[in-house]
C-alpha cells in the first residue's frame, strides 16, 4: 500500500489525469484519488470508513463531481441489475481480461492470527478464513464406532468399510449378540479387521486407554452412536434417571473430545436426537442429553475442530426405535414423520460429513401433506408458518373436548355418565393411537392390546384429566383396562347427580383392583 500509485497514473495518462475515479479507499489516498480527476470529472465513492460528504470535496476540489454509492441499497433496490454486472465481471475474468484481487488464506484455526494481521492495515487484497478439507476415510487408520453392537452401529460400520476403512473399533458395554457377530464375520472375510471394545464411553480410564493402545492404528474417526433412554414424565425422574441418560451422551462426548484435543480427529459424528429439536414427552432426559452434543459440536467448531451432531429421526430396521410395531408407525406418520431407512441415513451422514458445512444437522424426514394443520409455529415471528399451516389441505382435527362435556358429566345419571365417558375415552384414543377410525377401539380389548405403551398411557393421562378434571395414573393404565372399565372407574369419581343414580355401583363392569 503506496501513495505512489498516483504518479504512476499521472505518468501513464500523459500527465493529464482521469475523468472517473472508482474509490473505495481511505485517509490520505482518498486526496491523492481526488487530485488525478481532471476538471468536470467524477470520483465514485464505494468505500464505508473514511469517506468524504460532498460538502468536504467541493471546498477543496471545485469542479469535481462526488457520488456515494451504496452498493448495498443498490443489490437489494436492483438485484437483477447486479446480478448482470456480476456476470460480467466474472466472464471477463475468464477471459483474462481482469485479474482477481490477491487472497491470503488462513485456516480456521488460525482465524485469531488472521484478524490481527488484517487489523494491522498492512495487506492487499482480501484476508480469508478457509475450512479444513472435507475428512476421507483412510485405510491406514482406526475408526472408532461408539454403541458399535447395537442396529445404529452395525449398519454405519460397514458403511465405513465401504468407504475404504480397513480397522474398525466397535465399543460397547455387552457382548456382541448374534445379529452384531454376524456382521463382525462378514467384515472379516472382506479383510477388514474388527476388534470389539467392551468398555463404557462414559467411563474416563477407558477411554484414555484406548487412545493408548501401542502398535496399532491412530484413531483418525469417530462415530458416537451410544446412547440410552429412560423414558417418564419430569416429576417422576430423579437424578439417578437423568443421568444414567446422561452418561453416554454427555460424559460420553466429553470424553472423546476431551482425547481428540491430544490426537486430532479427522472427524467426530455424534449421533444427536429430534428430541433435542422438537421435544418428545416423557423424554426430557433423552432430549438433555442430545442437546449437550449439539452444543458441543458447535463449540468445537469454533475451535476449529470438525464436529458434526446429527439430530436423527427414528429409524426403521435400526437403531433403539427399530422394534416398532404399526401402532406407533401409524402415530409418527400422522404427525408428518416418516421413519429413516438404513440406505437413506447412511446416505445423509455421507452427504452431511463429506460437505463439511455444518456443526449441527436434523434428519428427519417430513411428509408436508400429514403435518397437522394446527401444528403452533416455533418461532412467533415466522408468521408465514401459520400461514401455510392455515391454507393446509389437510381436515383439520375436531376439537379435542366437547364443550359441554362436564356439564353433561356432572348433570347426567350413571348410564349417560358411562357412555359419554365411553364416547370420549374412544375419541381419544383414535387420536393417542392413531387408529384412524372409532371402529378400530373394541371397548372391551385392554388397552395395551390396543397398542399402548408408556409414553401413549402418559399423553392419555393428561388429555383425560384436562377433559375431565378426574384422576388417572400411569402406572393404571399401565395395567390394561377397557375402555369399559376405564369408563366406570372415571364414573365412580364424579359427585352423585341430582338424581342420585351416579351412586349406583357398576361390578358387572368393574372387576376390582384392575385400575
Request: net charge negative; charged share 20%; proline share 6%.
Amino acid at each position: 500500500r503506496s501513495l505512489s500509485f498516483a504518479a504512476d497514473v499521472l505518468g501513464a495518462s500523459g500527465g493529464q489525469g482521469v475523468d472517473i475515479v472508482l474509490n473505495s479507499l481511505a485517509a490520505d489516498f482518498i486526496p491523492e484519488s481526488l487530485r488525478l480527476l481532471r476538471p468536470g470529472g467524477h470520483f465514485i465513492e464505494i468505500g464505508k470508513t473514511g469517506i468524504w460528504d460532498a460538502a468536504r470535496v467541493a471546498q477543496e476540489f471545485p469542479g469535481v463531481h462526488y457520488h456515494p454509492l451504496y452498493l448495498g441499497e443498490v443489490a437489494a433496490a436492483r438485484p437483477h441489475f447486479v446480478r448482470d454486472m456480476l456476470g460480467e465481471i466474472l466472464a471477463d475474468m475468464e477471459r483474462g481480461e481482469l485479474s482477481p484481487l490477491p487472497l491470503r488464506c488462513w485456516p480456521l484455526d488460525e482465524a485469531e492470527s488472521a484478524f490481527r494481521f488484517m487489523g494491522q492495515g498492512h495487506h492487499t487484497g482480501k484476508v480469508v478464513i478457509t475450512q479444513a478439507p472435507p475428512p476421507t476415510i483412510r485405510a491406514d487408520a482406526s475408526y472408532l464406532v461408539t454403541g458399535g453392537l447395537g442396529g445404529l452401529g452395525l449398519v454405519f460400520a460397514q458403511w465405513l468399510a465401504d468407504a475404504g476403512a480397513r480397522y474398525l473399533l466397535l465399543m460397547g458395554r455387552h457382548a456382541p449378540k448374534q445379529e452384531a457377530l454376524a456382521t463382525i464375520e462378514s467384515l472379516r472375510q472382506r479383510g477388514i479387521t474388527v476388534e470389539v471394545i467392551a468398555a463404557d464411553v462414559a467411563d474416563d480410564a477407558a477411554m484414555a486407554a484406548l487412545w493408548q493402545r501401542p502398535g496399532q492404528p491412530v484413531i483418525r474417526g469417530v462415530l458416537h452412536a451410544a446412547g440410552m433412554v429412560d423414558d417418564a414424565m419430569l416429576g417422576e425422574l430423579d437424578i439417578g434417571r437423568f443421568d444414567a441418560v446422561m452418561a453416554p451422551k454427555v460424559r460420553g462426548s466429553m470424553n472423546l473430545h476431551r482425547q481428540s484435543l491430544r490426537a486430532p480427529l479427522d472427524f467426530l459424528v455424534m449421533f444427536s436426537s429430534g428430541a433435542a429439536l422438537l421435544g418428545s414427552p416423557g423424554q426430557a432426559n433423552y432430549a438433555a442429553a442430545n442437546a449437550f452434543m449439539d452444543a458441543l459440536a458447535v463449540a468445537r467448531r469454533a475451535r476449529g475442530l470438525h464436529a458434526l451432531s446429527i439430530n436423527w429421526g427414528s429409524w426403521s430396521g435400526a437403531g433403539m426405535a427399530a422394534a416398532v410395531d404399526d401402532t406407533h408407525r401409524r402415530r409418527w406418520a400422522s404427525l408428518g414423520l416418516e421413519m429413516i431407512e438404513p440406505a437413506q441415513g447412511v446416505q445423509m451422514l455421507q452427504q452431511l460429513l463429506f460437505a463439511n458445512r455444518h456443526a449441527q444437522a436434523a434428519a428427519l424426514p417430513l411428509v408436508r401433506a400429514h403435518l397437522p394443520a394446527g401444528l403452533p409455529p416455533f418461532f412467533a415471528l415466522l408468521q408465514q408458518v401459520r400461514t401455510a399451516a392455515a391454507k393446509s389441505t389437510r381436515v383439520p382435527e375436531e376439537p379435542e373436548v366437547a364443550v359441554d362435556l362436564l356439564p353433561r358429566l356432572h348433570a347426567g345419571g350413571m348410564a349417560e355418565r358411562l357412555e359419554l365417558l365411553r364416547e370420549f375415552l374412544t375419541g381419544q384414543l383414535v387420536k393417542v393411537l392413531a387408529l384412524g377410525s372409532h371402529d378400530a377401539v373394541d371397548p372391551h380389548r385392554s388397552l395395551m392390546a390396543l397398542g399402548m405403551d408408556s409414553l401413549m398411557a402418559m399423553e392419555l393421562r393428561n388429555r383425560v384429566q384436562v377433559a375431565t378434571q378426574l384422576r388417572v395414573a400411569v402406572a393404571d393404565l399401565l395395567k390394561g383396562p377397557s375402555v369399559e372399565q376405564l369408563a366406570s372407574e372415571l364414573a365412580a369419581q364424579l359427585p352423585p347427580s341430582a338424581d342420585g343414580t351416579a351412586e349406583v355401583a357398576i361390578d358387572d363392569v368393574w372387576e376390582e383392583g384392575s385400575l
